[in-house]
């Protein structure tokens, strides 16, 4: 299967291979009981779920299928891991800590808690929007119970030493969460390496179904539901459990064990050429993020004097798709809360562009986009203002 | 289509028609854009959302489109509902009113809430587990923010007065919810008719896929999220929008459109038909939930001298697929909450079986259950040692 279209918005959500598509299939109507249910459908699709939650145990390396909840998307994961650690543990502190470049749903669970007695600080980031152990240690207080920094940057691709921040964490007796959501299916993510005690990945970013994601949770770790009801998934996410779609995201993550790592080269490489080719043809172009430390997939660019939104439009007539960052904040038109973090200046994230790139993308594609993007920006140069010409 | 075996748990959950997953499957991979993403397969997919959320709008009757939230699961729209509206509205008021026979999520929800500062008041039912007007005007006080009562129980089946219920509760300024879960798809459901402030339903009981459910949150109704990220939904359910499964539940809501009524008279007749049977051939049982005030699809028994979970082990030998009540709290096999407030004895609540009909269940499997349950009943009753023999 290909597009007709360049769709380089993968960081956003992906297609769903069709080999998960294939074995969600029978669970829709042949396979359809609730595991919940003690007849023969349900008790079988109690064993689907119990073995989907093996392969994604396995997967990050939990020391037991246990440790991993199924959630209906990553921002619950998060909310759940914010929320429902904080609440659990405001006897013994009130104070979280995250980083100033996570995903949105984590700053605006920190700042719900912030409205409803908890106090959180907010970890700032370097230039190229990293979070370092030593700023982590700099905020931790003896009432600090929980520290999030995520594992990769969705909008600039910036990898953050996340091992090194748990170990600063345990250092203190802080708990450690990271939001996978980016790098799981995409590079290593392993629990027993990077000592996260809780960890979050979703399923529509690594080519499984949306509606379904997962936190893990260490064992011992003390967390209480943030959705409550019939206490499924040990009672930490009540609600019918989505066979369906647990099915495909198990299936994708078996495709990741298998393809990921010959996947993860062949990305670099494309983004390399993509990200070598901007900063060599478009003398306004700058990379946005760490220029190694960073996530296969994701390449994100600067382009001093115009805007992202006009660069997407005349790519969009091209047939080529991607966002300016985060899918999730582009309605909202505010300045990327990540690049001001990374000390860019009002106008230079405006002019920002994310392509994202997926296990579709094909060399061709590359050199369409990098074509296109020379046009694109000269022809925007042209109607610009703020050139001299 | 048809299974092999007979379903007849579809209060739990049920198959998906085979129309809806059509509907869906393009959305997995051809048209996978995220609503939220500026480009075109992005905007196509927002687009698309809307035109669901029309359908669904006009189908309960809501007087425009933005009065639909979308959500993961019915649990998550009462959890929403319940703790969003008391969250928000706690400075009139710490009193929230649900009835004893509520769903789990919303009777969890509710003692959340009593640990963390509010008031709960719990509604008694009659025998028939129906909850009346009167007992809800008893129950409300100058500091009652909202009474949320389900339009028709889960495990019995007996529907409630809700539009004399929301009549009540507006005489004195409350706010009124009802969980509509287990109604919306199978009766009318209406809020211009039934006074509704707040309605949750949900995909999967009526043919569409599991995932996706709504809030329907009445224009000017003060909440606040319970799920914070990069505000979709009106910023009332962030998430990565589910397209494709908001497009099963549109498609399962307009073949519902088509054929519930006709749907509606067919299920009443086979549901009287085992009622009746059964109440004749087996002494020793007992109809719960109201004798005509009750869901077309649901018949609850219950069955002097022996277990629930007997005669569902050998109804599945025969291949058929019941439940004891509630599939979401049949795993913890405490008493069921529904038949002890309908004043039921323990031994009484521990023989009953709930048998819930669909769209694939035929005039056969109705007399096929009907000499099966008579030979399991039989048979647990020459076990029983409570019986004189």
Redesign the interface.
Known sequence: ?K?N?I?T?CA?????D?RV?KAM?PY???K???P???????QDNFEVLEKCRQITADFVGAAKKEEIIFT?????S??LAIKGVMWANQKNGKHLIVSSVE???IL??A??LSRNGFEVSYLAADEYGMIHPETVEAAIRPDTILVSVMHANNEIGTINPVSEIAKVCHKHGVLFHTDAAQTCGKIEVNVQKNGADLLTASS?KMYG????AFLYIKTGTVIEA???????EGGLR????????IVGFAKAIEIANKEMASEEKRLIVLRDKLIKNVLKEIPTAGLNGHPSKRLPNIASFRFAYIEG?SI??W??EYG?????G???????LTASHVLTACGLRKEEIHGSLRLSLGKWTTEKDIDFIIEKLQIVVEKLNKLSPFIKK
Chains 1, 2 share one sequence.
Do not use: R
């Open positions: 299967m597009y279209k769709y918005d956003a959500t992906t297609p769903v069709p598509i299939m829709f109507f042949v359809m009981g609730n919940a249910s003690m007849h023969k459908m349900g209906g998307s990553a921002t619950e998060n909310n995903h949105d749903c605006e669970s700042k719900w529509h179904p949306k509606g379904v943030w959705t409550h009801g019939g206490g499924q009540s609600s019918t459990v989505n066979i369906p779609a939104e997407i439009y790519l969009n080529i798709m991607a966002s300016t985060s899918a999730c904040s582009s309605p909202k």
